[in-house]
């Protein structure tokens, strides 16, 4: 779908192109998705010009080297029409702020209400333990993961594509801030709680090393796509869901801990947000009329390379299913589900999951 006829002589003058709306008064440069533009499109949508749809001068900021702002050539995947993406959720800068505040308000209610009736003093031992040492090691892999989607959003040839991609890393970032504090509130209500033991797990046990190189090896990727790519659709399944799921939220209660699963909670509605997102931009460009399978055969390039670090890092958090005292939930049964999961999201793709 072409947004604009230009003009064969290029002139900035009215009625030098046409536009959707070029015979009306709402000013608007694009087709909207539906019978109507969202307000999210309003706000979005050709905010972030491109010289190809309607900027006869070229880009209006450039580097020395002559190159414009934003290239497409950040990405090895390649598209008949970047701007063809519009985020499921939807959202945009209001509405992200008004999401994350009230995520914020209810992760700090009920730390506030757990501690105010004494729960932290009734957490098992053994569960202090993980809670002190692996939620610890976890948050600086959703730091990680954050600061690489910080970085891709720069890359974006869109602004719908950067604020996804945004929305995504604010996310991370906010939940490897609420495990920080959940950590410090109630480790001043458990006698000898070590702080800083989350660090030295995450920079020194082997049982994160896996973890550490997957994520370490995606903020190494100069391809912001590939980021995206892996975080939602490999990461995100075969490790972040196994850990948060898998083990936090299910293993939390037996063992007397009714706070971590509500704080873990707000991480899993996010991670299906960005998810819905991620699968319909990868699914426009695995379906690209043109450019369709150069992107299938690089992102089952990409698959390869992240899925077999995602069951590294997935095998060497095994040994934390055996650390609390009450083990209602086995690592087998978690990792049979995340492996359904991602089967299931790269079906959606029509992409294939790489044999082990």
């Known amino acids: 779908m072409t947004a ?3 003009a064969p002589v290029k002139s900035g003058a009215a ?3 046409v536009f959707a709306d070029s015979d009306s008064r709402k000013y608007r440069y694009f087709e909207p998705r539906g019978k109507r533009a969202t307000h999210y499109e309003d706000v979005t949508v050709d905010v972030q010009p491109d010289p190809e749809r309607y900027l006869l001068q070229d880009w209006i900021i450039s580097f020395p080297n002559g190159r414009g702002a934003y290239s497409k050539d950040n990405t090895a995947a390649l598209s008949s029409n970047w701007h063809l993406f519009r985020a499921p959720d939807q959202e945009w800068e209001r509405t992200h702020y008004q999401r994350q505040s009230k995520i914020e ?3 700090q209610a009920v730390i506030a209400n757990g501690r105010k009736s004494g729960a932290p003093l009734h957490f098992d031992k053994a569960w202090v333990r993980v809670l002190q040492n692996h939620l610890g090691a976890w948050k600086h892999a959703e730091f990680g993961l954050g600061t690489s989607l910080m970085q891709a959003q ?3 040839y869109t602004q719908m594509i950067n604020n996804a991609t945004l929305t995504n890393s604010s996310y991370k970032l906010r939940l490897a801030q609420d495990i920080t504090l959940y950590l410090a509130e109630i480790g001043m209500d458990i006698g000898n709680f070590d702080d800083e033991a989350g660090k030295r797990t995450w920079l020194e046990d082997g049982i994160w090393q896996g973890t550490r190189e997957a994520v370490e090896s995606i903020m190494g990727s100069e391809d912001y796509l590939e980021q995206y790519f892996a975080i939602n659709i490999v990461f995100e399944p075969m490790v972040g869901e196994l850990f948060r799921s898998g083990f936090l939220m299910q293993v939390a209660s037996p063992n007397g ?7 873990i909670s707000a991480a899993e509605a996010d991670y299906e947000r960005n998810l819905a997102n991620a699968i319909d931009l990868f699914h426009l460009l695995a379906h690209d009329p043109e450019h369709g399978a150069h992107n299938k055969r690089l992102f089952q390039a990409w698959l390869h390379k992240h899925v077999a670090l995602a069951n590294k890092a997935a095998a060497g958090l095994q040994p934390i299913w055996s650390q609390p005292h009450s083990k209602p939930v086995q690592y087998s049964d978690a990792r049979a589900q995340s492996v359904e999961r991602i089967g299931k999201i790269l ?5 294939d999951l790489p044999k082990e």
Do not use: H, K, N
């Open 4 to 6: 604009t006829q230009t």
């Open 15 to 17: 009625g030098s192109a």
């Open 105 to 107: 308000a209810m992760v």
């Open 154 to 156: 720069r890359y974006g």
């Open 257 to 263: 801990d009714f706070i971590t699963p509500p704080v």
């Open 347 to 351: 079906g959606e793709l029509g992409l």
